[in-house]
């Protein structure tokens, strides 16, 4: 394999798989197969004395920048205009996305995001707003703030809503903060610092607790997935600040208990925070607050189709009860006869402080709006039911050839499988998501949650239609069969299609490469 100075690799690797027709090995005079491009990075393609635009030379200024001023130029590559549209348009073909193919990662909710919330989140007056802009010119903007808010309210039976954090961890980060707010001003600051999170909660949870100080305290697992409210009563005591559960939680199970575990917590003067990030599955069928929640964020980027992946932006509001509603951070939108107002400093209230500088993610706000206001009461509840119903189909139809470790109960929004089934094979859950790659498809969520060994959780969500989930699902019974019969080649080395192959993941973690340096001339000269 040929590295470039950078030591990544020039070609794809050798295309040696044993049932390969080797067709897939010629070797290409560009490194380009077909109609895949071999794309280098833009610092080798670009020159520092190369330029798509056409600019006056600058009027002579005198800088007073001192000794701050650059002494040597800033080295940044330069294409022409074909050249840099090149680039990034065979870049973002290698990307997979949402509109390229079915997306069944588990935890994450990859939904189609209509275009008409994207026409929406473009309209001059949501776009191009400014925070800093005078309120009474943007009082639209600050109507959906708080139109979206109440809707949020209203759909989780809460109280009140803060709308300024910018991601799911980001609100359990407000939520949690709010109810250490709420112990504080009860006087119990210094007594009350442990936080019950069960073990199958997403990461984050035990993450944002901490964070900020409590001590997690894990919850063991029911055998059956789900939460006992015996386990949590044995770990609540008057040290015990909240429980942060998932729900549906992250086996794709509605947990039956939660309003006798949310009694049990509030009886033990505890608040009760419900990571919400699923709520995609009970939109519209249940109320988050009519169980006994105190506080939840709801990842708009998961539930109400504004789009995520590689990185964001998300938006992660948080509905708080009746008795963490003092405790809402600023800034908030008040509503007073028609005119609104961005109230910055929630001075002479029990307001915890800010999240954010200004108000939180605009355009996705918009995009959340344009849905809900496109599916309506009705369209929202069944976006819930389909993403159920697709969820149960992949369990029913893999059931009979992938164990399922609570396959025998139906699931909420994801589907989710263990290794049991792998057994002997000579395959892993690693194995089998890599074979998927040649298939064409994203692999699932691998290895998560830990509760559940070598899992496979699969969340079609309610965007497919069931000529796609009959393909998927068509594909992972070709694969599972194969596996079976001991085709390991398939899986081993795959994927054999990819323009990489296996990549050490645990080498990139543990030493990323994030720097691109310029080689030596001379090592130019000899390549
Ligand atoms: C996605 C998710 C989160 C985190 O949300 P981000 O927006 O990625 O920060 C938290 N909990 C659960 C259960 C999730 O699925």
């Not at 996705?364 to 159920?388: C, I, N, T, W």
């Not at 965007?463 to 594909?475: G, M, N, R, V, W």
């Amino acid at each position: 394999m040929t590295m470039n100075t950078q030591g990544r690799p020039t070609t794809p690797a050798a295309h040696d798989a044993p049932h390969d027709d080797g067709a897939s090995a010629r070797k290409t005079f560009t490194g380009n197969r077909g109609l895949d491009m071999e794309e280098p990075l833009i610092f080798e393609i670009g020159r520092p004395d190369v330029t798509g635009v056409d600019l006056d030379a600058p009027l002579a200024v005198t800088p007073r920048l001192g000794a701050l001023a650059r002494k040597a130029p800033l080295d940044l590559p330069g294409l022409s205009e074909p050249e840099a549209v090149r680039h990034y348009v065979r870049l973002s073909r290698n990307n997979y996305a949402i509109d390229s193919g079915l997306y069944p990662l588990g935890s994450c909710t990859m939904k189609h995001n209509p275009r008409l919330n994207e026409k929406m989140a473009r309209l001059p007056g949501f776009g191009d707003a400014h925070p800093l802009q005078p309120q009474a010119t943007c009082q639209g903007a600050l109507e959906l703030i708080y139109t979206l808010g109440e809707w949020l309210c209203e759909l989780t039976a809460m109280k009140a809503v803060a709308m300024s954090p910018k991601a799911g961890a980001h609100g359990e980060l407000c939520g949690m903060m709010a109810i250490k707010a709420a112990i504080a001003a009860r006087g119990e600051g210094a007594t009350r610092n442990v936080v019950l999170v069960p073990d199958s909660a997403h990461g984050t949870n035990p993450a944002t607790a901490a964070l900020i100080g409590f001590t997690v305290r894990p919850v063991p697992a029911g055998e059956d997935g789900t939460v006992r409210p015996d386990a949590v009563k044995a770990a609540l005591g008057p040290d015990v600040a909240a429980i942060m559960l998932t729900n549906p939680n992250t086996c794709g199970l509605f947990e039956p208990a939660i309003v006798e575990i949310a009694e049990a917590v509030h009886a033990a003067g505890a608040y009760f925070y419900c990571d919400g990030a699923n709520f995609n599955a009970i939109v519209g069928k249940t109320k988050p607050g009519d169980l006994g929640v105190d506080a939840m964020h709801i990842n708009l980027h998961k539930t109400f189709s504004t789009p995520h992946g590689g990185g964001g932006p998300g938006a992660g509001p948080v509905v708080l009860s009746e008795r963490l509603a003092a405790f809402a951070p600023a800034p908030f939108v008040r509503k007073q006869d028609e005119t609104y107002a961005l109230v910055e400093h929630a001075k002479g209230t029990t307001s915890f402080g800010r999240m954010t500088a200004f108000h939180g993610q605009m355009g996705m706000f918009v995009r959340a709006m344009a849905y809900m206001l496109s599916h309506g009461a009705d369209g929202m509840r069944q976006a819930s039911e389909d993403a159920v119903l697709a969820a149960n189909y992949i369990r029913a139809s893999l059931g009979d050839l992938m164990s399922a470790p609570f396959g025998d109960r139906m699931c909420m929004h994801e589907a989710l499988f263990d290794d049991e089934w792998l057994k002997g094979t000579g395959v892993t859950t690693l194995d089998f998501a890599k074979a998927m790659i040649d298939e064409g498809y994203h692999p699932m969520t691998m290895y998560f949650p830990l509760v559940v060994h070598g899992a496979m959780l699969i969340e079609p969500t309610e965007s497919e239609s069931k000529a796609s989930l009959d393909l998927f699902i068509a594909t992972l019974r070709d694969l599972a069969m194969s596996a079976k019969k001991g085709e390991t080649d398939r899986f081993t080395g795959a994927p054999y299609l990819a323009p990489r192959r296996r990549l050490d993941e645990t080498r990139a973690a543990r030493n990323p490469v994030l720097k691109w340096t310029r080689p030596a001339p001379q090592a130019e000269a000899a390549e």
